[in-house]
């Protein structure tokens, strides 16, 4: 049973574009969203992470927006750059077992 | 961050073999996991490595096919024995140090199953 979903399962974006990748849980009791960038052939590194007691965090160019009642969250991607073309993963956890979404890779045309 | 290292980066094994795959830590972390990500799909737990004491493994993996060891806050190994085709996968070891939630990810070991 996939317990996030996530999509699109591919995704391309004009440099200086926005882009926006979604993902729905379903399980409750998560309490924990984070997302990972992934480049080919390294592992995933952790890029913004978000409870569910707030709606939005930010850093940098990088917004999660978190729908607690929808079971729904999701990153947007300001400016994307070139350099942002990777797998993008988000993920889900109660206490420390995180629970991946399939994956959206991202490519951002110059 | 912890910066985390794998051995090896990647191995081409033969059917039937046994591979052992270590994860070492520049600092001390409370608690390290070993996932399966195979070719262009996304990441699975295999087990939660526990300092002392056996793995905690998720369903659809055992012991025997992934025997893990943890004897201190830095390292761990994770064997995939009796290899098939089907082992082929990268194998990522990552760590969380307990004070928060962040989790941190090794670059991973690419294994080739012939």
């Known amino acids: 049973q996939q317990q996030v979903k996530q999509s699109p399962q591919s995704l391309i974006v004009q440099k200086g574009g926005i882009s926006i990748i979604n993902c729905a849980y379903e399980?409750?009791?998560?309490?924990?969203f984070p997302w990972y960038q992934q480049f080919p052939g390294k592992g995933p590194a952790l890029l913004i992470a978000?409870?569910?007691?707030?709606s939005e965090k930010k850093e940098g160019r990088f917004t999660i927006s978190f729908n607690k009642s929808a079971k729904q969250f999701s990153l947007h991607i300001m400016d994307s750059q070139p350099g942002d073309s990777a797998t993008y993963f988000c993920?889900?956890?109660?206490?420390?077992?995180?629970?991946f979404g399939e994956g959206t890779q991202l490519t951002v045309n110059p | 961050s912890a910066v985390i290292s794998q051995k090896p980066s990647r191995d081409i094994c033969q059917r039937g073999t046994s591979l052992t795959i270590q994860c070492q830590v520049d600092?001390?972390?409370?608690?390290m996991f070993w996932y399966r990500q195979q070719p262009g799909q996304s990441l699975t737990l295999i087990a939660t490595?526990?300092?002392?004491?056996?793995?905690?493994?998720e369903s659809g993996f055992v012991i025997d096919k992934f025997p893990i060891s943890r004897p201190n806050l830095t390292f761990s190994t994770l064997t995939v024995s009796n290899m098939s085709p089907e082992d082929s996968s990268i194998y990522l070891c990552?760590?969380?140090?307990?004070?928060?939630?962040?989790?941190?990810f090794g670059p991973g070991t690419r294994l080739t199953v012939t």
């Open positions: 990552s760590v969380s140090s307990g004070r928060g939630r962040e989790q941190y």
């Open positions: 399980n409750t009791a998560f309490d924990y």
């Open positions: 978000i409870r569910p007691d707030v």
């Open positions: 993920a889900a956890s109660k206490g420390s077992r995180l629970t």
């Open positions: 600092s001390q972390v409370t608690m």
């Open positions: 490595a526990n300092q002392g004491s056996e793995a905690t493994y």
